[in-house]
C-alpha cells in the first residue's frame, strides 16, 4: 500500500499556470514614438497583484521599443521571511525580464507566489506599453 501510495506521488507533475503571451492591444498611453519592438516609450505600472503573502506590483520603463528599466514598487514584506524571499527573487525575476524581453520567465525555486504576482503585474504593465 505505501509503495502504490509513493508511486502514485511521484506521477504527479507540478502545477505550471501558463504565462499568457505579451498582447499586441493597446490597454494605456505611452509617452513618446513607437520602437521596433511594438513597446511604446514611456514608463508602465502594471496592476498591483494580490499573492498569499501580500501585494506584488511592477513598473517597466521601455526605450526604443525595448525593455530598459525594471522597478518592483511592491513585494510581499509583513515579516522577516518575505522580505528575504523578495530580497533573493527580485533580481533574478529583473534580470530574466530584461533577458527576455518579456513575461515569458521561470518562477524562482521557493518563491512561487512572489514570482507569479511578479509576472501577472509584469504583464499588465508590458499590456500597457503596447503601441
Known amino acids: 500500500m505505501t509503495a502504490a501510495g509513493i508511486c502514485s506521488l511521484l506521477a504527479l507533475k507540478p502545477h505550471h ?10 490597454t494605456g498611453p505611452g509617452s513618446s514614438g513607437t520602437g521596433s519592438g511594438g ?4 514608463t508602465y505600472t502594471g496592476d498591483s497583484v494580490d499573492t ?11 526605450g526604443g ?8 514598487v511592491r513585494t510581499p ?12 527573487a527580485v533580481p533574478v525575476l529583473t534580470s530574466e525580464t530584461l533577458t ?8 524562482v525555486s521557493g518563491a512561487t507566489y512572489t514570482s ?7 504583464q499588465g ?5 503596447h503601441g
Open 116 to 122: 507569479e504576482g511578479y509576472v501577472r503585474s509584469l
Open 65 to 72: 521599443g525595448r525593455l530598459t528599466g525594471v522597478v518592483v
Open 52 to 62: 498569499r503573502y501580500g501585494p506584488v506590483q511592477v513598473r517597466v520603463t521601455v
Open 17 to 26: 499556470p501558463a504565462v499568457p503571451p505579451v498582447s499586441a492591444a493597446p
Open 100 to 107: 527576455a524581453q518579456s513575461a515569458q520567465i521561470d518562477t
Open 39 to 42: 513597446l511604446v516609450s514611456g
Open 125 to 129: 504593465a508590458l499590456d500597457r506599453a
Open 77 to 88: 514584506s509583513e515579516n522577516e521571511r518575505d522580505r528575504e524571499i523578495a530580497g533573493y
